[in-house]
């Protein structure tokens, strides 16, 4: 993979990653101001919302020190030894942005359940069924592991 690769799908990662870290702040916020009939739900949601916008953030905020390391290394020419910063900065971009999704993807079954036991059920199958997809495309299809 060339550098202009990793640059470009850091890019596209930072990107996606800051929205759906505010996503999951919005989903923070919403979790929040439910009833508190649930407590022990409501808490493990908000901390797995919480989690989510965290890692997400930390996946943006990654995406574009790898971004800023290329431009840096583009200047200095060619050999600059840039490359193992950028590579590093991909690696946690990503780490990050599937442990944040995964988190997101929690607190949205979990918060289903604060609101009825039927929707609890339906977020968290739906929930739990798109991270085993997300799971089984990056075992077998991506081949990432």
């Given at each position: 993979m060339q550098l202009t690769d990793?640059?470009?799908i850091l890019r596209q990662l930072a990107f996606i990653s800051a929205v759906l870290a505010g996503?999951?702040?919005t989903l923070f916020i919403g979790v929040?101001?439910?009833d508190k009939?649930?407590?022990r739900i409501v808490l493990w949601a908000a901390g797995m919302s919480l989690a989510g916008a965290t890692l997400l953030t930390v996946s943006t905020v990654a995406g574009v020190g790898g971004i800023v390391a290329s431009a840096i290394g583009s200047g200095a020419g060619p050999g600059a030894g840039l490359q193992v910063p950028v590579f590093g900065a991909f690696q946690w971009s990503v780490w990050s942005f599937l442990l944040g999704t995964?988190?997101?993807l929690v607190s949205l079954g979990l918060s289903g359940r604060a609101h009825s036991r039927t929707l609890g059920w339906v977020s968290g199958i739906v929930s739990g069924v798109t991270i085993l997809g997300v799971l089984v495309f990056l075992l077998f299809v991506v081949d990432a592991f």
């Open positions: 990793l640059v470009e996503f999951s702040v929040m101001q439910m009939e649930c407590k995964f988190s997101f």
